[in-house]
């Protein structure tokens, strides 16, 4: 390994083998040239601007018991909330007027929103607001659902994978929940033509350097257009309660290795990561991040929507709520922009000459 640059192996060559990611998820000797190399390259791409998304989290009802998740169903002390479709209706035009042009629409895995109540609202946003892009993030569902999303007018998917090592998944699940299944899910979004995102948690309960390098390969699988990654945070209400939160340094380097693997993906900079680091945000920017995704949803419930424990943001107004984090953006030298803000695809053969 004797001069051997592992930050510059991987800018060039755009993938490393397991050793050399090894050693570098190991070490902190390469975080700030990593950091400085994968800032350069989504500077390249995507220039100073940070893409804001709107978030509407209308449904904290989950039918499933994730280990890590405080609004898991076996949590019986969560205070459980839907909005309305007027509701969310009413945020996005509230969004839409502070210049959102991307909604992301998320829930828990609620039976209650039917696939025709969510075709109904998507249609609705599609008719209401036809230069947004509508993101969705409901979990797990058949391919049939995904394909009348599609149609009904949605453009994008969120589902982190959150873990692509098997032995590492039956940890952090329940049998009636597989790994199989959840990547179905992403290869049908893909296919059905949604822009998909997937991602995990950086310091899960029982997860190894392997269990990252293994995420990482997945993803080189599926080739996301965005991914999203974000401390682990415990909530007390949860079997891993007693469980620390993932570390920010890892979490940087790992956003930074993800921007120089997938120079053009849309990498957000998680509220998890500014939950347990004042300036966390701020830092995932530079380390390679290039969105943000401020709350839009009433702030009555946006305490509830609690997956993990203190998280922050929960009760300044939507404004309030762009207006600083536009600071923030802004302070760490880079500019908010609320343009509809597509992956930038990759030229073909680009890197082969
Ligand atoms: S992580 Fe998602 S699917 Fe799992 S319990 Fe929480 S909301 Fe439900």
């Given at each position: 390994m004797n001069g051997f640059d592992p930050v510059r192996e991987l800018d060039i060559r755009r993938d490393l083998s397991d050793a050399s990611l090894r050693l570098l998820l190991q070490s902190e000797q390469w975080d700030s040239s990593l950091a400085a190399a994968a800032d350069d390259k989504r500077r390249k791409i995507y220039g100073d601007e940070v893409y804001l998304r709107g978030l509407i989290e209308f449904s904290n009802f989950c039918k499933n018991n994730c280990y890590y998740c405080g609004i898991r169903a076996g949590n019986q002390n969560a205070v459980r909330y839907r909005l309305s479709k007027e509701e969310i209706l009413d945020c996005c035009t509230q969004g839409y007027d502070l210049g959102f042009r991307t909604f992301v629409l998320q829930s828990g895995?609620?039976?209650?929103?039917?696939d025709a109540l969510i075709c109904g609202i998507v249609s609705e946003i599609r008719v209401r607001f036809p230069d947004c892009a509508i993101t969705l993030s409901l979990g797990e569902k058949t391919r049939e659902s995904y394909k009348a999303y599609f149609d009904a007018g949605a453009n994008r998917y969120l589902l982190r994978h959150?873990?692509?090592d098997d032995t590492h998944y039956r940890k952090l699940h329940p049998e009636s929940m597989s790994l199989q299944n959840r990547k179905r899910c992403l290869y049908d979004l893909k296919e059905i033509g949604y822009q998909v995102g997937s991602g995990f948690m950086v310091?899960?309960?029982?997860?190894t350097a392997d269990c990252l390098i293994e995420d990482l390969r997945f993803l080189q699988a599926l080739g996301p257009d965005m991914i999203g990654i974000g401390p682990y945070i415990p909530h007390?209400?949860?079997?891993?309660?007693?469980f620390s939160s993932g570390s920010l340094s890892l979490t940087l380097r790992l956003i930074s290795i993800l921007r120089l693997l997938f120079p053009y993906a849309l990498i957000p900079s998680t509220t998890a990561l500014g939950t347990i680091h004042p300036q966390g945000r701020e830092l995932g920017l530079k380390a390679g991040a290039n969105v943000v995704m401020p709350n839009l949803s009433p702030v009555r419930v946006r305490k509830l929507y609690e997956l993990y424990e203190n998280k922050i943001c929960t009760g300044e107004e939507s404004a309030q709520c762009r207006g600083c984090l536009e600071q923030r953006i802004a302070a760490a030298g880079y500019r908010a922009v609320t343009a509809v803000g597509n992956v930038k695809k990759e030229k073909q053969n680009d890197d082969d000459c």
């Open positions: 895995e609620d039976p209650f929103f039917t959150e873990t692509a310091g899960s309960p029982y997860q007390k209400e949860t079997p891993f309660a007693a």
